[in-house]
Each structure stands twice: as structure tokens, then as C-alpha cells.
């Protein structure tokens, strides 16, 4: 039986960096084939990074891919590594021709992976199943392809899918059982989401029996607008026992050694429908290596998954787009606490700058929480109060109640995004997934910014991930970063003397259970009343929901962490009257 080295590439792309993607994938495919390996694979769309969008409906971007592709072949040979298959997930077009394009009239590609050997591509295969829910439009934007393809090498047969292939019944694991692989090696962009793993997992340990092989999932990583990539690569003998399995969050190769059955091609036809592309013997010293132990990385416990995930969105928006720093507002309470200590963790102490704008109504511990958040955590910290500068306008327009409240959460966005111009920073806008589905923040005031940390974050779980990262910073001997006060105190706006927020909403773990209903189970009012809550308390919460939509439209986008995100998770009309 061959035993086959992988190296099982799980990269960061940059979308639309041709030359960084280019210059990571010749680097790792040299390193790899130095380390003995007989195929290197990276993710899906690895090459121009993932999703592209509408990108894929330009001529333009898909011929510079292809021209990027070829010449990735040639440097990969002068490097001395072209002797071993390379997988790299590309977009493949321009295609002319729209005969059978079941769907959209604007598909000119396919997702695809090219196989690269000798300086040049010597074989491709189109990705079937083209997801058409959540935050994907692949159906709008690709091509489907129809003809399964298995990689000869070393004696093994590779059956290659793309990530939606092997989340659908029938298609290309279907043919893939029939021709009996060695090996199912899958391509992935999988966004990450809380307890994903739990359906990844068994999702793959089923098909490894459907196809009788290993089977690997192999994953990008990365934060790209809205998504993370968590990576979390994985691989698994023919029986679902998990084999390895890289760390999440992280740039990774994974390099093992597996052992898999004897070829049934032996580099010949395997019938119709099924391309056999000969990639050779493998690694030109496989018989002389010295055995490479496969890896399997722990489990992250799943509020430092969300963490981790959370950091990397925030670091990777801030770095792919060119931003020397952020700034946003302390009020000291829990959900600038906590965006802040985000921050820190994503792009060092150093680049993150709050500013306290206390009014007349703010409490002497909202400024020295802010102030204790500021010197655990490191950042910079300035003063600008907003009292002077609230009154000429509320007296020049005779602003009083909700108006008022609502100015001094404008006057606080207006310093924000001077400070932004002036200095150059990204601002960040710390409102929480609850507040977000309620509208319970002041559109062009606290709302402001280019990014929300924790858009996706319900109010009950931003006060976990507090007392988790501070449990965390203990572990270590470190101080804290988030303060206790900012923890326990009741929430509070202090737009107006006393004001707390159960004034007008409901318990958070109670509208957190309604809103978690309505908006991910997507369930109506009488399911969620006949689940006990009481009916006025429902009306109300659903009205709030429904009436903030024009509100989230406008907002900042921010790292997707749940099934149900707000944006193109959640894509509901703005005018909507409700019988």
C-alpha cells in the first residue's frame, strides 16, 4: 500500500494580491517539497483570494488570474519543485461560450482548482455545487462544473472536490465512490460560525464511509470583510477517525504521511465523467524519507474560538486595508471594554486609541472605568468632553427628551470622525448584536465607523467573552484586561439622569432568547409566546426589530460569528408593513 506525503497548505489569502498570493503559495510549495512531500494542496480560491464576488464576472480580473496561474507553474519548476503536483483554487474563465449556463447570463467562470506540475497546468477541476444561501451567491456568479477528477500519483488515486460538492447529496462524491479513490482531498472556503466544527466533523466522517478512503478537509483562513476563515484543517481515515488536524485562526502546512490503498487507475480512464490526470511517482526520495508523524491539534474551547475568530476579523480588516490605527469611544462600560480589548489583542496596544467624551450625565465611574480599561490594557486615552459643545445646539434648536439624548450621541460620533480625518485612524463602532437588532443606538452618532467588533455579539455573550478573557489573562499571570466594574454594573447609555437600559428593554437574557427566535430560528410571534414569553413583551421586541432595519442597512460591517448574521445572512425589505 503507497504511503503518501501531503502537505496540506492552509493559507491566508489576500484578496485580489495577486503577487503576495502568488510569491506565499512558490514559497510553501518549495518548503514542502524540501520536507519530502509528493502533493501540496492549498484551499479554495486560494490565488486570488475568497469570495471574489462580482469579480468573477470581469474579463479583466479572471484573465489576470489565469496569467498569474501559469506563471505560479513556472516559478514553482524554477524553484526546483515542479516535479510534484500543486493544488491551487482559482476562478477559470473567461468562458465564451453560454451554452447550457443553466442560471445566470452573467457567469464567465467556474470555481475551480488547477493541478500544476512541470511549469505548467495539466489538469482542472470545476467545483459542482454552486451555494446559492447565507452569504454566498456562487449560483449568480460561477458556472457548474459536471466531470469528476481523480489525481494520479505515486501509486494513489486523489478525488478532488470543492467544499459545497461534499455538503450535497449525490453529484461528484457520488461518482467518486464509484471509481473507489485512495483519497478524497476537499477545498474549502468555510466562513467560520459558532460550533460549526460540531457539523463539519460528522459531515466528512460520512463521506469517508460513502467513499471507503481518507478523506481531507483542507481549509483557508483569514479574515475578508464580514468572514472569517477559521481554518481548522482536518483529515480522516476511511472509517471517520480522525487522523490530524491543524490549529485554527492560524497559517499552517500540515505535512503527513498517510497510508492509502493501491491505485485502481493505475493512471488510465476510469469511465465516463472522470478525468485521470497522471501526476507521476511523487517526491523524487520518497523511498529514502524519514516518516513524518501527523499532528493533531487541541480543540478550542468555543468562547476562545469566538475570541479568536473576533481578533482575526478585526486584524485582518484593519491590516488588508491599510490602517495604521484605531480609535473609538470609552464609555466604560462592557461593549467598549470589550472592543477595546479586541483591539489590543488584534493590532497591539500602541495602535489603539480610545477617547472618553463624558457629558453632564456621565458618573464619575463611567470616566475612572475607562481610565482603568485604558491603563490595563495599554492604549492611548484622551479626554474631549461634549458638554460644551452639546448645549449651543440643544438650545439653539430647542432639543429636549429623545432629541437631546440622540444629539449627544452625534456630538461624541462628529469628534470620533474629526479625530479619524485628522489623524488617520479606523473608527470603530462598539455596538453589540442585541442594541443592533432592536435599534437601540443613534444612526450617525454611537453607530459611526468603519468596522463593528462585535456586530454579531449578543449582549449576554459580550459579558461572557469579558469574564472569559480576563479568566484567560489569569491563567497566564497577566492582569485582566476588561474591569470588573465595566462587568457588573447594570448597562446604562447616561444619555439622561439614572438611566438604565431595562428602562425600556427587557432583561437581556430574556430578549436575547426572543431575538435568538425571531432572527436565527426565524420563527413567528405565536411559536415564540407558546415557548412562555409573555405576549406584549413579544410585540414589542418584534416591532423594534422590524422598525431597525433601515438602521442596520446603514451600519458598519463587522466579523460573522453566528448562523444569522445581520447583512447578507438576514436580507429583509426596509419598507414592510406588518398586518
Given at each position: 500500500?503507497?504511503?503518501?506525503?501531503?502537505?496540506?497548505?492552509?493559507?491566508?489569502?489576500?484578496?485580489?494580491?495577486?503577487?503576495?498570493?502568488?510569491?506565499?503559495?512558490?514559497?510553501?510549495?518549495?518548503?514542502a517539497?524540501?520536507?519530502?512531500?509528493?502533493?501540496?494542496?492549498?484551499?479554495?480560491m486560494?490565488?486570488?483570494?475568497?469570495?471574489?464576488?462580482?469579480l468573477?464576472?470581469?474579463?479583466?480580473?479572471?484573465?489576470?488570474?489565469?496569467?498569474?496561474?501559469?506563471?505560479?507553474a513556472?516559478?514553482?519548476a524554477?524553484?526546483?519543485?515542479?516535479?510534484?503536483?500543486?493544488?491551487?483554487g482559482?476562478?477559470?474563465?473567461?468562458?465564451?461560450?453560454?451554452?447550457?449556463?443553466?442560471?445566470?447570463?452573467?457567469?464567465?467562470?467556474h470555481?475551480?482548482?488547477?493541478?500544476?506540475?512541470?511549469?505548467?497546468?495539466?489538469?482542472?477541476?470545476n467545483?459542482?455545487?454552486?451555494?446559492?444561501?447565507?452569504?454566498f451567491?456562487?449560483?449568480?456568479i460561477?458556472?457548474?462544473?459536471?466531470?469528476?477528477?481523480?489525481v494520479?500519483?505515486?501509486?494513489?488515486?486523489?478525488?478532488?472536490?470543492?467544499?459545497?460538492?461534499?455538503?450535497?447529496?449525490?453529484?461528484?462524491?457520488?461518482?467518486?465512490?464509484?471509481?473507489?479513490?485512495?483519497?478524497?482531498?476537499?477545498?474549502?472556503?468555510?466562513?467560520?460560525?459558532?460550533e460549526?466544527?460540531?457539523?463539519?466533523?460528522p459531515?466528512?466522517?460520512?463521506?469517508?464511509?460513502?467513499?471507503?478512503?481518507?478523506?481531507?478537509?483542507?481549509?483557508?483562513?483569514?479574515?475578508?470583510d464580514?468572514?472569517?476563515?477559521?481554518?481548522?484543517?482536518?483529515?480522516?481515515?476511511?472509517?471517520?477517525?480522525?487522523?490530524?488536524?491543524?490549529?485554527?485562526?492560524?497559517?499552517?502546512?500540515?505535512?503527513?504521511?498517510?497510508?492509502?490503498?493501491?491505485?485502481?487507475?493505475?493512471?488510465?480512464?476510469?469511465?465516463?465523467?472522470?478525468?485521470?490526470?497522471?501526476?507521476?511517482?511523487?517526491?523524487?526520495?520518497?523511498?529514502?524519507?524519514?516518516?513524518?508523524?501527523?499532528?493533531i491539534?487541541?480543540q478550542l474551547?468555543?468562547?476562545?474560538?469566538?475570541?479568536?475568530?473576533?481578533?482575526?476579523?478585526?486584524?485582518d480588516?484593519?491590516?488588508?486595508?491599510?490602517f495604521?490605527?484605531?480609535?473609538?469611544?470609552?464609555?466604560?462600560?462592557i461593549?467598549s471594554?470589550?472592543?477595546a480589548?479586541?483591539?489590543v489583542?488584534?493590532?497591539?496596544?500602541?495602535?489603539?486609541?480610545?477617547?472618553?467624551?463624558?457629558?453632564?450625565?456621565?458618573?464619575?465611574?463611567?470616566?475612572?472605568?475607562?481610565?482603568?480599561?485604558?491603563?490595563?490594557?495599554?492604549?492611548?486615552?484622551?479626554?474631549?468632553?461634549?458638554?460644551?459643545?452639546?448645549?449651543?445646539?440643544?438650545?439653539?434648536?430647542?432639543?429636549?427628551?429623545?432629541?437631546?439624548?440622540?444629539?449627544?450621541?452625534?456630538?461624541?460620533?462628529?469628534i470620533?470622525?474629526?479625530l479619524?480625518?485628522?489623524?488617520?485612524?479606523?473608527?470603530?463602532?462598539?455596538?453589540?448584536k442585541?442594541?443592533?437588532?432592536v435599534?437601540?443606538?443613534?444612526?450617525?452618532?454611537?453607530?459611526?465607523?468603519?468596522?463593528?467588533?462585535?456586530?454579531?455579539?449578543?449582549?449576554t455573550?459580550?459579558?461572557e467573552?469579558a469574564?472569559?478573557?480576563n479568566?484567560?489573562?489569569?491563567?497566564?499571570?497577566?492582569?485582566?484586561?476588561?474591569p470588573?466594574?465595566s462587568?457588573?454594573?447594570?448597562?446604562?447609555?447616561?444619555?439622561r439622569?439614572?438611566?438604565?437600559?431595562?428602562?425600556?428593554?427587557?432583561?437581556?437574557?430574556?430578549?436575547?432568547?426572543?431575538?435568538?427566535?425571531?432572527?436565527?430560528?426565524?420563527?413567528?410571534?405565536d411559536?415564540?409566546?407558546?415557548?412562555?414569553?409573555e405576549?406584549?413583551?413579544?410585540?414589542?421586541?418584534?416591532?423594534?426589530?422590524?422598525?431597525?432595519?433601515?438602521?442596520?442597512?446603514?451600519?458598519?460591517?463587522g466579523?460573522?460569528i453566528?448562523?444569522?448574521?445581520?447583512?447578507?445572512?438576514r436580507?429583509l425589505?426596509?419598507?414592510?408593513?406588518?398586518?
Amino acid at each position: 500500500m503507497p504511503i503518501l506525503r501531503l502537505a496540506l497548505a492552509q493559507t491566508n489569502p489576500r484578496l485580489g494580491d495577486f503577487s503576495h498570493n502568488s510569491l506565499h503559495i512558490v514559497n510553501t510549495v518549495r518548503q514542502a517539497y524540501n520536507q519530502g512531500a509528493d502533493l501540496v494542496a492549498f484551499g479554495e480560491m486560494v490565488l486570488t483570494g475568497y469570495p471574489i464576488e462580482d469579480l468573477a464576472t470581469r474579463p479583466d480580473f479572471l484573465k489576470e488570474s489565469w496569467a498569474v496561474l501559469q506563471r505560479v507553474a513556472n516559478n514553482i519548476a524554477d524553484a526546483g519543485a515542479g516535479s510534484i503536483p500543486v493544488l491551487v483554487g482559482f476562478p477559470h474563465g473567461p468562458i465564451d461560450e453560454h451554452e447550457n449556463s443553466a442560471h445566470s447570463p452573467s457567469a464567465i467562470a467556474h470555481n475551480s482548482v488547477a493541478v500544476l506540475q512541470d511549469g505548467r497546468v495539466i489538469g482542472i477541476y470545476n467545483k459542482h455545487h454552486l451555494p446559492n444561501y447565507s452569504v454566498f451567491d456562487e449560483y449568480r456568479i460561477f458556472r457548474p462544473g459536471h466531470d469528476a477528477v481523480v489525481v494520479h500519483v505515486a501509486g494513489a488515486d486523489i478525488a478532488l472536490a470543492i467544499c459545497e460538492d461534499i455538503w450535497r447529496e449525490g453529484g461528484p462524491v457520488a461518482a467518486i465512490a464509484e471509481v473507489k479513490p485512495s483519497l478524497l482531498l476537499v477545498m474549502n472556503g468555510s466562513p467560520f460560525e459558532r460550533e460549526k466544527d460540531e457539523v463539519r466533523l460528522p459531515l466528512v466522517q460520512r463521506r469517508a464511509e460513502q467513499v471507503n478512503a481518507p478523506v481531507v478537509y483542507l481549509n483557508i483562513v483569514g479574515g475578508q470583510d464580514d468572514l472569517v476563515f477559521d481554518g481548522g484543517s482536518f483529515v480522516t481515515n476511511s472509517s471517520g477517525k480522525l487522523l490530524a488536524r491543524a490549529h485554527q485562526f492560524v497559517e499552517q502546512t500540515l505535512v503527513m504521511d498517510i497510508e492509502l490503498k493501491e491505485s485502481s487507475s493505475h493512471g488510465a480512464q476510469l469511465g465516463p465523467g472522470v478525468a485521470v490526470i497522471d501526476a507521476g511517482d511523487g517526491h523524487p526520495q520518497r523511498l529514502s524519507r524519514t516518516p513524518v508523524h501527523a499532528e493533531i491539534a487541541p480543540q478550542l474551547e468555543i468562547n476562545e474560538q469566538i475570541w479568536d475568530a473576533l481578533v482575526l476579523g478585526m486584524r485582518d480588516y484593519v491590516e488588508k486595508n491599510g490602517f495604521s490605527s484605531v480609535i473609538l469611544g470609552l464609555s466604560g462600560g462592557i461593549d467598549s471594554a470589550v472592543s477595546a480589548a479586541l483591539a489590543v489583542d488584534a493590532i497591539g496596544p500602541e495602535r489603539v486609541f480610545g477617547v472618553s467624551m463624558p457629558s453632564r450625565y456621565s458618573s464619575d465611574h463611567s470616566r475612572s472605568d475607562a481610565d482603568d480599561l485604558a491603563e490595563r490594557l495599554g492604549i492611548h486615552i484622551r479626554t474631549e468632553p461634549i458638554a460644551d459643545l452639546v448645549l449651543p445646539v440643544e438650545q439653539q434648536l430647542h432639543l429636549e427628551g429623545i432629541s437631546a439624548e440622540n444629539l449627544q450621541a452625534r456630538i461624541r460620533g462628529i469628534i470620533l470622525m474629526g479625530l479619524s480625518n485628522a489623524e488617520g485612524h479606523l473608527v470603530l463602532t462598539t455596538g453589540n448584536k442585541t442594541e443592533i437588532a432592536v435599534g437601540y443606538s443613534t444612526i450617525y452618532g454611537d453607530s459611526v465607523g468603519g468596522f463593528a467588533p462585535i456586530r454579531d455579539v449578543p449582549k449576554t455573550l459580550v459579558w461572557e467573552l469579558a469574564q472569559w478573557r480576563n479568566a484567560h489573562a489569569r491563567k497566564k499571570g497577566l492582569t485582566p484586561p476588561i474591569p470588573e466594574n465595566s462587568i457588573t454594573k447594570p448597562p446604562s447609555a447616561e444619555l439622561r439622569p439614572g438611566q438604565v437600559d431595562q428602562d425600556t428593554l427587557p432583561d437581556y437574557d430574556v430578549l436575547d432568547a426572543i431575538l435568538d427566535a425571531y432572527i436565527t430560528e426565524r420563527v413567528g410571534r405565536d411559536v415564540i409566546i407558546a415557548r412562555g414569553f409573555e405576549p406584549n413583551m413579544v410585540d414589542r421586541v418584534i416591532t423594534l426589530v422590524d422598525r431597525a432595519e433601515w438602521k442596520r442597512r446603514q451600519g458598519a460591517i463587522g466579523p460573522k460569528i453566528s448562523q444569522m448574521a445581520f447583512g447578507r445572512d438576514r436580507r429583509l425589505p426596509v419598507t414592510f408593513t406588518r398586518n
